[in-house]
């Protein structure tokens, strides 16, 4: 069973010039925990809660480590002005994807590898769609229903 199987099609995009608000509206209302970005038809990052929160974290291996005396209501008030920019300053540019033929549990295995729970689908810088986890889980189980219930 290859991606473009089971990947979602109905992608939710955001161009690297989208205010950060936006994007993370849209984070929020629709929970997911990154959204593509694509600019002029191309695939050219990811921004991904775990971006914003990195850059309101700064330096979590203090946190770690306990040496690291921080006001967390303080640093809360910043989040706003993180929010301010646009998605071009905190998303990842080196986007890892898998191909639409690519056997799903080869994806897995690649997502499991760079600890991602979904990863774009593409036809060299076009996105198709994105793939999940849970597409991937959910396909196996369907495959394998008449065996399990036997």
């Given at each position: 069973?290859?991606?473009?199987?089971?990947?979602?099609?109905?992608v939710k995009t955001v161009s690297s010039n989208t205010p950060l608000t936006e994007a993370v509206s849209l984070m929020c209302l629709y929970r997911f925990s990154g959204i593509p970005v694509v600019d002029e038809g191309k695939l050219v990052g990811?921004?991904?809660?775990k971006d914003i929160m990195a850059s309101l974290l700064s330096n979590p291996d203090?946190?770690?480590d306990g040496l690291a005396t921080i006001n967390f209501d303080?640093?809360?008030?910043?989040y706003a002005g993180i929010l301010k920019g646009t998605v071009s300053y905190l998303m990842t540019h080196s986007v890892?994807?898998?191909?639409?033929?690519?056997?799903?549990?080869?994806?897995a295995a690649l997502m499991a590898?760079?600890?991602?729970?979904?990863?774009?689908?593409?036809d060299g810088d076009q996105l198709l769609?994105?793939?999940s986890l849970g597409d991937i889980h959910k396909a196996i189980f369907h495959k394998n229903l008449s065996l399990i219930a036997a």
């Open positions: 069973m290859h991606a473009s199987e089971i990947m979602t099609t109905s990811i921004i991904a809660e203090d946190l770690k303080e640093l809360m008030s910043e890892k994807s898998v191909p639409e033929d690519m056997h799903i549990l080869k994806a590898g760079y600890r991602f729970r979904r990863i774009p689908v593409t769609g994105m793939l």
